[in-house]
């Protein structure tokens, strides 16, 4: 009976007027967050089947033989251009940069399967295919995954797909939506999925009804909201449901990831904290991740983008210390 009740509000919720903010730092949004296709990544490549699908591939400059390869993993309606922080950082450093957007996002050349996928799998597949993919570019050179919020969910799900030999050499988790993801799978989840699937919350309109902050500055929040990147006709609830499915995979992957791990939480984090069914981001972090090899940090003014915005702590930017601490964890593997 709760979670139809949160259903519910959900849906009353998605029905909001539209978001008026102040811009107050940028002249638009495309200045914080640029729109990334066709202009910055025209490329495609053969995914799983073979539904073409937009990349990057990011090398050091001058010709800087690669330390290793980065493929970013997306999260929930983010596309690769929100990384650009991270990819130029990467790439200063010595490491390959690869990523493909996801299917049923707003990059999907596919425009019925926008923000309605029926099936978790593909992710899956597609992810193993890209990593294949990579490999054959770059043989011999070792391949980290790093996700992002959902794209941790996909990267622990694809790992427990995968046999030894296909496994990266590690995987960094940046603001895991794993604990939100249930420990056992739903019926009533499936049942409501069944039933009214077709449903689209208006998620850019009710995270800003429930002001959670992405960044912890407005600004960037606001321009990640008005981005033409988001898909502003919402997600099915189909899409919730099988996002859900493929989160119970990881979550019990979780218990014992068989490769490296570099987990980074924020301690303001209101996307991924304690409004799951699986319970907090904090408790996930303390109890719910195990690997013979993790490394756990804790940003207590970090919010759900670790890698933007201008918040600090200690006095210096926080995602300059992020940034960081992913190159040192990264040299050192």
Same mark, same amino acid.
């Given at each position: 009976?709760?979670?139809?009740?949160?259903?519910?509000?959900?849906?009353?919720?998605?029905?909001?007027?539209?978001?008026?903010?102040?811009?107050?730092?940028?002249?638009?949004?495309?200045?914080?967050?640029?729109?990334?296709?066709?202009?910055?990544?025209?490329?495609?490549?053969?995914?799983?089947?073979?539904?073409?699908?937009?990349?990057?591939?990011?090398?050091?400059?001058?010709?800087?033989?690669?330390?290793?390869?980065?493929?970013?993993?997306?999260?929930?309606?983010?596309?690769?251009?929100?990384?650009?922080?991270?990819?130029?950082?990467?790439?200063?450093?010595?490491?390959?940069?690869?990523?493909?957007?996801?299917?049923?996002?707003?990059?999907?050349?596919?425009?019925?399967?926008?923000?309605?996928?029926?099936?978790?799998?593909?992710?899956?597949?597609?992810?193993?295919?890209?990593?294949?993919?990579?490999?054959?570019?770059?043989?011999?050179?070792?391949?980290?995954?790093?996700?992002?919020?959902?794209?941790?969910?996909?990267?622990?799900?694809?790992?427990?797909?995968?046999?030894?030999?296909?496994?990266?050499?590690?995987?960094?988790?940046?603001?895991?939506?794993?604990?939100?993801?249930?420990?056992?799978?739903? =019926?009533?989840?499936?049942? /409501? @999925?069944?039933? $009214? !699937?077709?449903?689209?919350? +208006?998620?850019?309109?009710?995270?800003?009804? *429930?002001?959670?902050?992405?960044?912890?500055?407005?600004?960037?929040?606001?321009?990640?909201?008005?981005?033409?990147?988001?898909?502003?006709?919402?997600?099915?609830?189909?899409?919730?449901?099988?996002?859900?499915?493929?989160?119970?995979?990881?979550?019990?992957?979780?218990?014992?990831?068989?490769?490296?791990?570099?987990?980074?939480? =924020?301690?303001?984090?209101? /996307? @991924?904290?304690? $409004? !799951?069914?699986?319970?907090? +981001?904090?408790?996930?972090?303390?109890?719910? *991740?195990?690997?013979?090899?993790?490394?756990?940090?804790?940003?207590?003014?970090?919010?759900?983008?670790?890698?933007?915005?201008?918040?600090?702590?200690?006095?210096?930017?926080?995602?300059?210390?992020?940034?960081?601490?992913?190159?040192?964890?990264?040299?050192?593997?």
């Amino acid at each position: 009976m709760k979670k139809i009740v949160c259903l519910s509000v959900l849906l009353l919720l998605s029905n909001c007027t539209v978001i008026n903010r102040p811009l107050c730092g940028h002249k638009n949004p495309a200045e914080a967050f640029p729109k990334c296709h066709p202009e910055a990544h025209p490329a495609t490549w053969p995914s799983s089947d073979n539904t073409p699908l937009p990349y990057i591939a990011k090398l050091p400059k001058d010709n800087v033989h690669p330390k290793a390869v980065v493929i970013l993993v997306p999260g929930w309606d983010g596309t690769l251009c929100d990384y650009k922080e991270l990819t130029d950082h990467l790439t200063r450093h010595g490491y390959a940069v690869y990523g493909s957007e996801l299917r049923g996002q707003t990059y999907d050349p596919k425009w019925s399967r926008r923000g309605n996928i029926k099936n978790w799998h593909p992710w899956v597949q597609d992810l193993k295919a890209f990593t294949k993919w990579v490999r054959k570019n770059h043989p011999d050179m070792p391949v980290f995954y790093h996700g992002q919020s959902m794209g941790c969910v996909i990267s622990l799900a694809t790992i427990a797909d995968s046999t030894k030999f296909e496994w990266p050499a590690g995987v960094i988790l940046q603001s895991p939506a794993i604990g939100m993801m249930p420990e056992k799978e739903s =019926g009533i989840q499936n049942f /409501i @999925a069944t039933l $009214i !699937g077709w449903i689209r919350p +208006l998620h850019i309109l009710l995270m800003d009804k *429930l002001k959670m902050e992405l960044t912890g500055d407005n600004n960037w929040d606001y321009a990640w909201m008005k981005s033409d990147d988001r898909l502003h006709r919402g997600y099915s609830l189909r899409f919730m449901k099988e996002t859900l499915g493929m989160g119970h995979k990881a979550r019990l992957t979780s218990h014992n990831v068989p490769v490296p791990v570099l987990a980074l939480a =924020g301690g303001k984090d209101r /996307i @991924a904290k304690g $409004i !799951g069914p699986g319970g907090s +981001l904090y408790c996930y972090m303390c109890s719910g *991740l195990h690997a013979a090899d993790v490394k756990k940090i804790y940003y207590p003014e970090g919010r759900h983008l670790l890698v933007a915005g201008n918040v600090k702590q200690d006095g210096e930017l926080l995602k300059h210390r992020v940034l960081q601490d992913i190159t040192n964890w990264l040299d050192s593997h």
